[in-house]
């Protein structure tokens, strides 16, 4: 297919909040994360958090299926090295992708997984508050593309679940702090979760939120720490003992759990010590694990993460043409934020060399950075349960969308940094005579800094009329993303008025 030197772009506006629901039911806010999902629901004007059934206010986003009946949750995450062949943790980092997880000879895509987390999260808020909930706001990475947000709205329908808005992570955030604080600011969010980096520029006035840059990572977050650091106590552990814990599930089962404590006491700690009595038991006695683990061997381990999440941080003011002195409040979100050397890494990019770092924006630390997420989500559902004054928001697009043209080249018809909800429509033709159809193959480019990344998120055919010379059709192909950021593409031949329009997640 060619394309047309014709073009029109028509945007939708912003999303302000014009929905109502009715007082008999309630729209919950849900943080689905790759490590911990929470949720949250606003009570007299402010977010609260719903505790579990065991009353805590996080749920580890952990599966287990077993034969008789599916466990999610804290249960499901006490078990799962030794039960490493029934559970699924992590599943978030696999959504919109084709893996399948096989357990009890059945294949579970990721949004199955999620699914189940989702079911057993809307029974926790059905049970707290009392009656029926059937419609939430659900986080997901700014840097989430469309496959993936199209698995996630999938993996809530399973449930029963309807998404009236899939809230992209940092613009939570955002929310939660700029309502909490009032004024404007200029903002840099960075959400390092479990799995994730997401990386946004916001613009904040008078309740109204605008999104500047977005950019990050889905593979990089607190598991990265985490491995590094297992990997480091497992060769001190071996340099001075045969036995190789990988292979006794139940001694690596103890050393995750232990090392993910050591990363957390060494965010307040210059040190500590880890000691595992008894880890595992040969024939020729028992073996104790017992070692000092130093704040600076930590960084040291850490440090290749910390130069990729620098190059995304950098790489998001490039591509939003900002500069570092934009910002004056600095928003550090998820669990692993609170590693000391990620707020040294920000405060080295954001401060000039040699000067103070409390010369520089402001770091915000008046809310948990581990429900920062969820308050947010539960804030915007309680804009559209009619029970918080409307706040407005500007959001961007994180990557080019596009067709696939006649010659193999990428067609960007949506570009990066795109505010949506919006639609834009470009006019093709054929390139043979006669030509019966034409194949509109959609591609998404996640490509940065002068490289490419193209993923294909489906194709579909167009019949037109083939009594006609090349060049002759005139077909319109229409983009459009909508409140989620989920992309709808229709394409429609002019003359004729046959036409097509297909949903991504139908593919």
Request: aromatic fraction near 6%; charge should be negative.
């Amino acid at each position: 297919m060619k394309k047309s030197n014709q073009d029109n772009k028509r945007s939708a506006g912003n999303s302000k909040s014009e929905f109502r629901s009715s007082p008999a039911k309630r729209i919950i806010g849900i943080d689905l994360g790759t490590t911990n999902s929470l949720l949250s629901f606003v009570k007299n004007g402010a977010p609260r958090i719903i505790p579990n059934e065991r009353g805590s206010r996080t749920t580890p986003s952990v599966v287990c299926l077993k034969k008789d009946k599916v466990i999610v949750g804290e249960m499901a995450r006490n078990q799962a090295v030794l039960n490493s062949e029934l559970t699924v943790a992590n599943v978030k980092l696999d959504m919109g992708t084709d893996r399948r997880f096989t357990i009890n000879g059945r294949h579970y895509a990721p949004e199955e997984i999620s699914g189940f987390i989702l079911a057993h999260l809307r029974e926790i808020a059905e049970e707290y508050l009392g009656g029926e909930v059937d419609e939430a706001v659900i986080t997901v990475p700014a840097y989430f593309d469309d496959n993936q947000r199209q698995a996630t709205l999938r993996a809530a329908a399973m449930t029963g679940i309807q998404v009236r808005k899939l809230l992209n992570e940092p613009t939570a955030a955002a929310l939660t702090y700029g309502m909490s604080q009032g004024g404007n600011s200029h903002m840099l969010v960075i959400d390092l979760g479990g799995g994730t980096l997401d990386i946004t520029l916001m613009a904040y006035e008078d309740k109204v939120f605008r999104v500047m840059g977005v950019g990050g990572s889905t593979a990089i977050g607190g598991i990265n720490f985490d491995n590094a650091l297992i990997e480091h106590i497992l060769a001190r552990f071996a340099a001075d003992c045969p036995y190789d814990l990988r292979n006794d599930r139940i001694a690596y089962q103890q050393l995750v759990i232990h090392a993910e404590k050591v990363k957390i006491d060494l965010s307040s700690a210059a040190s500590t010590a880890l000691m595992i009595p008894y880890i595992a038991v040969t024939d020729d006695g028992p073996l104790h694990l017992n070692m000092e683990i130093s704040r600076t061997d930590f960084n040291d381990l850490s440090r290749p993460v910390l130069e990729e999440i620098k190059r995304h941080i950098l790489e998001t003011f490039s591509q939003a043409g900002l500069a570092p002195e934009w910002v004056d409040s600095v928003i550090m979100v998820g669990g692993a934020s609170r590693i000391p050397a990620v707020g040294e890494l920000v405060d080295e990019v954001l401060c000039p060399a040699g000067a103070r770092s409390d010369s520089g924006p402001r770091l915000k630390k008046n809310i948990n950075p581990d429900e920062a997420v969820a308050r947010g989500a539960g804030i915007l559902a309680g804009v559209l349960n009619g029970e918080i004054a409307g706040v407005e928001f500007h959001d961007i697009t994180a990557h080019n969308l596009g067709i696939e043209d006649d010659k193999g080249d990428f067609i960007n018809i949506i570009p990066a940094a795109s505010s949506y909800p919006t639609e834009v429509s470009r006019l093709f033709t054929t390139v043979v005579d006669n030509q019966p159809e034409v194949i509109i193959h959609i591609m998404q480019d996640r490509g940065s800094e002068g490289g490419h990344d193209f993923v294909s998120l489906g194709r579909f055919h167009l019949t037109v009329n083939n009594g006609r010379q090349k060049g002759e059709p005139n077909i319109d192909v229409t983009f459009a993303i909508d409140l989620n950021g989920v992309l709808t593409v229709s394409a429609m031949d002019l003359d004729t008025g046959e036409g097509k329009d297909i949903s991504i997640s139908d593919l």
